[in-house]
């Protein structure tokens, strides 16, 4: 009996811990299907936007900005064309087809990151297997299977990496990382061909410093191209198998095996990959022994500073890169902490993000500025020496020049920052960058137009060409003028009654000054800057006559604002937000910056008409300051306004046609006197330069129709009395003028040849 208790006993603990395992089993079952659903939810999460984000036929352009403008088609619609492909200007990412990459460098990589990668599909397994137990083993004993951790990402997994660009700070834990990367380097196989794989991976891995990409290592370490072929058309060598295999070792630590500041360290590295093609059948036993003892050498990275520079980029590319990357700064698209995101970070991103810019360049306005400026026969190169004060050596200066384009929707559609061949990017475009003082072209800018809106001057008013102070005299801010004040560029003074269409034609100082007074210079400070965005005025120093009305600013103004401030008199009054670009998107499509553009009525349609035809008098009137530049049927109707500053240091020139309106400048870099200047013996060379320009661009009827100004219903053609300016009565020499419809009535009737009244 005590038998069979014994063993019905020990039956049922046997039972019973077959229970046990059975529920447990069901338990981890269930576990496991959990685990197993929650990772399948997450995986499909994690992945949702990998047919774009691993688009590896678009991956090219994801790492290139491209600039495009717009064209119109032979049916008459517009579309968008590529204007330039952008590099960073340190070259550190060139995108290179596989088929131009050395064989070799591709073995290279393969045999010492990835020997099994034209076999397996995406994930090696078995390394990933291994690789997570020397992990847990590590953990527990703090020691490393086989002496050393084991990496266990394929090529696929390492060309995840460097597209998403994952790290640990994005807060997702290290295995789910891990797992994402393995289902995505399951799909990136699945979809793609391993040259496809492999070329992208060649083009995105990361080297020393910002090299990125075969490419520009191979460049900048060996002064050599990545393809034997490209080397071979430029009489170089083909990189040799050391050189290869000096390329491939940086990948896995850039800093450990740099070759520039570890040698020691890189070359054991570069030799483990010469051994492993050896062992892999890339290379034979004497290439082999041939690249192991071959010493590292370098490419040295040298300056001559003699050497003209290459340049990429027009004049028109730098600004519009300045502009983006000032706007990428303030909109910070990926939302980075305000310490990560500065001026470098925001450039590093508009050159390595694949950006799609919609730019406002005209190609050909561009080109014919370019080459016009390029040749430089308008502005004679007067070269002096010049001391800085300083304590600096003296040297050599010549005379300089720039100019730049707008259309009347605010848009920048050519530029030039200097003469001669471009020989840098990104360096000083003085149409944008240089403040300098602008002379008579102000007075276009506030006083004349303020002064016929408000209904204190008109086409033909009268004011008395005499200094508006005379010697001792005091201005309101307390500036005695020892000489009269102010002196016309002649030096003299008729004192007589002038119109202002004769003011304006001759660029009388005298009378413009008149006129501003009449305005008041807060209401012209407030007008060049809070109407027209002019932002180089100083509000301590320029309220006053002399700079609102001859230009004489504290600073001054750039040739781009000072365009802008014309366009008014080309657009019926308008005045709208400066820009180069309208739209930014990423390499996806998504818009990341829109131009904040808007557009306000600076001054009435009629104003705006009867200023054109003011300043039409500059070029085509006798007298006029610019007169025989345009005969009175040649091309394009067109206007413009002079401007010279003291002692020639900066001569001006507006001008407008009703397709563009432009601003040239011509002086000194150190704003010295032109003493050899003398306008008497040359044409004006902003304007000389600007009429071929508009004539050679606009010659194309096709994208050019003729075009001119149309009158406004709200403008009359009217008579003037040219001695007094008033309606002329019988016997009056005269002229025709321009006048708003609503005070033409009210023009008085001259009362007789000399009156000032």
Sequence with gaps: ????????????????????????????????????????????????????????????????????????????????????????????????????????????????????????????????????????????????????????????????????????????????????????????????????????????????????????????????????????????????????????????????????????????????????????????????????????????????????????????????????????????????????????????????KGLKIYSTVVPELQAEMEDVFNRAEYWPAYEIEYDPGDGSEPYMTRTNASGVSINYKGELCAVVGGLGAKTADRTLNRAIDSVRQVGSTMKGVAAYPLAIEYGWADYSMTYIDAPVYEAGDMDDNGTVYKDPWPSNYSGTYTRQPVTVYEAIKQSLNTIAVRVGQSVGVDEMYSFATETLGITTLDPEYDKNLAPLVLGSMHYGMTAYELAGAYMMYGNGGQFTTLHSYTTVEDFRGNVILKKDITTVQAISEDTAYIMNRLLKGVLYDSGGTARGLMADDAGMESVGKTGTTNDNKDIWYVGLTPYYCSAFWFGYDESLPMSSYNPGRIKHPGASAWREIMDTVQADETKYPYKEWTMPDSVVKDSFCTVTGDKPAAGCPTATGYYKASEVDERTTCPGHGSTE
């Excluded at 050189?243 to 054991?268: F, G, M, Q, R, W």
């Design 1 to 352: 009996m005590r038998k069979k208790k014994k063993q019905s006993t020990a039956k049922r603990i046997w039972f019973g811990f077959l229970r046990f395992i059975a529920v447990c089993m069901c338990l981890g079952i269930i576990a496991v299907s959990i685990a197993s659903v929650l990772l399948s939810m997450y995986v499909v999460k994690a992945t949702a936007n990998d047919d774009t984000l691993l688009d590896l036929e678009n991956i090219a352009q994801s790492y290139t900005s491209i600039i495009y403008y717009k064209s119109t088609n032979a049916e008459g619609q517009d579309e968008w064309l590529e204007y330039q492909t952008l590099d960073s200007p340190d070259e550190n990412r060139i995108w290179k087809d596989l088929d131009d990459i050395s064989v070799n460098l591709q073995n290279a990589y393969i045999a010492i990151e990835d020997q099994d990668f034209r076999e397996h599909k995406g994930v090696n397994f078995k390394r990933t297997v291994f690789a997570a137990i020397n992990e847990i083993v590590h953990e527990v004993t703090g020691v490393w299977l086989r002496g050393s951790k084991q990496g266990a990402s394929t090529i696929n997994q390492q060309l995840v990496k460097n597209i998403t660009d994952e790290s640990a700070s994005d807060g997702t834990a290290g295995y789910l990382r891990k797992i994402r990367e393995i289902f995505r380097a399951l799909s990136l196989d699945a979809r793609y061909s391993k040259d496809m794989i492999l070329e992208a991976y060649l083009n995105t891995l990361g080297l020393t410093g910002n090299i990125g990409g075969v490419e520009a290592g191979a460049l900048r370490y060996f002064d050599k191209h990545a393809g034997d072929e490209d080397n071979i058309a430029e009489g170089k060598e083909p990189l040799t198998i050391a050189e290869c295999a000096t390329i491939a070792a940086i990948t896995k630590n850039p800093t450990t095996y740099s070759p520039i500041t570890n040698p020691e360290d890189h070359l054991v590295r570069r030799n483990k990959v010469i051994s492993n093609m050896y062992e892999q059948g890339y290379i034979t036993e004497e290439q082999r022994d041939e690249a192991l003892a071959a010493p590292l050498v370098l490419a040295e990275k040298t300056t001559d500073e003699n050497a003209a520079k290459q340049t990429n980029n027009s004049y028109f590319t730098d600004a519009l890169i300045d502009e983006v990357i000032t706007d990428l700064l303030a909109e910070n698209p990926d939302n980075l902490p305000e310490e990560e995101w500065d001026r470098k970070a925001a450039e590093n991103y508009f050159y390595t």
